[in-house]
């Protein structure tokens, strides 16, 4: 069983910053994806970036240039460095992760296993 926990989720003003985290209990698997996904209120969740146990990135067009998704695994921890944030980034961000070989990630919801409680992120104009 693997567990996430987000964090740093917060409230900026439109064009500021932010850097989310999510510590991952040990993954026994050597190949995985992990991903961020983000839901806003009455809508779907919607995948915005994910990476591969190869360190391949994948990114929604909606955050391409402005998001970095990365991970440092001697921490278990994935990021997600979020820059020029607008109001309609305002969302829950949930971090997601799965069993599978590198190159064969998706940004898909139900592609996923392990999800973590979500972490609140609002941005203002």
């Known amino acids: 069983q693997v567990t996430l926990l987000e964090s740093g989720g917060g409230s900026v003003q439109s064009g500021g910053s932010l850097r989310l985290s999510c510590a991952a209990s040990?993954?026994?698997?050597?190949?995985?994806?992990m991903a961020w996904f983000r839901q806003r209120p009455g809508k779907e969740r919607e995948g915005v970036a994910n990476?591969?146990?190869?360190?391949?990135?994948t990114y929604a067009d909606s955050v391409k240039g402005r998001f970095t998704i990365s991970q440092d695994n001697s921490k278990h921890t994935l990021y997600l460095q979020m820059s020029s944030l607008k109001p309609g980034d305002s969302a829950m961000y949930y971090c997601?992760?799965?069993?599978?070989?590198?190159?064969?990630?998706?940004?898909?919801?139900?592609?996923?296993?392990?999800w973590g409680q979500g972490t609140q992120v609002t941005v203002s104009s």
């Open positions: 997601a992760a799965v069993s599978a070989a590198a190159g064969h990630c998706m940004l898909l919801p139900g592609d996923y296993t392990y």
């Open positions: 040990e993954f026994a698997q050597s190949t995985y994806c």
């Open positions: 990476i591969d146990s190869d360190s391949q990135t």
